[in-house]
């Protein structure tokens, strides 16, 4: 079963434009990640945000968790088309024995 | 780089037919993950293994499914005997984790076994 969901399923944007994906999830975590996947590819790890974390920066990625919430949100700055891929965020439950839980993903298509 | 290595990339064969698929997980990972991505259930853990003892394999099918690591270089899946329903993408991922139950560490996935079973 899968503990996070993604919000949008899909977007489509320009480059340079921002994207934004968002992630809900059902228990306490340890960790959130979030993955990106190139079609026909693996999963590549792109950030990871501790439960005693609020925001990170990697690059053009920012990552901001709210646990009271319990969800996540990635955004991409400055958007590029290499940038156009499906997006993860995975968590690692209290307790959960390093299993990963998967969402379903965001979808991004960047256009020229 | 150091990457997961899968093979075969594609597998297309018959039901019925026993199909394996193999991972040379990063030189140094002590855990490794198989994981199976449909598009109806998306991504699904299979089995794990560290220090190639299995820890967890609850998600995977146990009357036609088994997983082992015959050595620190080399998992195996299998998969016997091969159902239509089995037609996926396998994943194989790798990460050095040395505490139970607590990691900060990212897993490196493979570039998946695309298996059709016709």
């Known amino acids: 079963s899968q503990q996070g969901e993604e919000d949008p399923q899909a977007l489509s944007i320009q480059e340079g434009e921002n994207a934004t994906m968002n992630c809900s999830y059902k228990t306490s975590i340890n960790n959130l990640q979030w993955y990106r996947q190139n079609s026909g590819r693996g999963l590549v790890h792109l950030i990871l945000i501790r439960s005693n974390e609020r925001e990170k920066h990697s690059g053009r990625l920012r990552v901001t968790l709210d646990t009271s919430k319990k969800s996540s949100s990635l955004l991409i700055t400055a958007s590029r088309a290499a940038d156009t891929a499906s997006y993860f965020c995975?968590?690692?439950?209290?307790?959960?024995?390093?299993?990963?839980?998967f969402g379903a993903g965001t979808r991004l298509a960047v256009h020229p | 780089d150091a990457r997961v290595t899968q093979t075969p990339r594609h597998k297309v064969t018959e039901m019925g037919q026993e199909v394996t698929m193999r991972c040379q997980p990063i030189?140094?990972?002590?855990?490794v993950f198989w994981y199976r991505q449909t598009m109806m259930q998306g991504l699904e853990l299979l089995a794990y293994?560290?220090?190639?003892?299995?820890?967890?394999d609850s998600g995977m099918p146990k009357d036609r499914f088994s997983a082992e690591m015959p050595d620190a270089t080399l998992a195996t899946l299998k998969i016997q005997p091969s159902e239509p329903r089995d037609s996926a993408v396998y994943f194989c991922?790798?990460?050095?984790?040395?505490?139970?139950?607590?990691?900060?560490?990212?897993?490196?996935f493979g570039d998946g076994t695309r298996l059709s079973i016709l």
């Open positions: 293994f560290r220090n190639r003892a299995p820890l967890d």
């Open positions: 995975a968590t690692l439950r209290s307790g959960g024995y390093n299993k990963l839980i």
């Open positions: 030189l140094g990972h002590n855990t």
């Open positions: 991922a790798s990460a050095s984790i040395y505490r139970q139950g607590v990691s900060n560490q990212p897993q490196h």
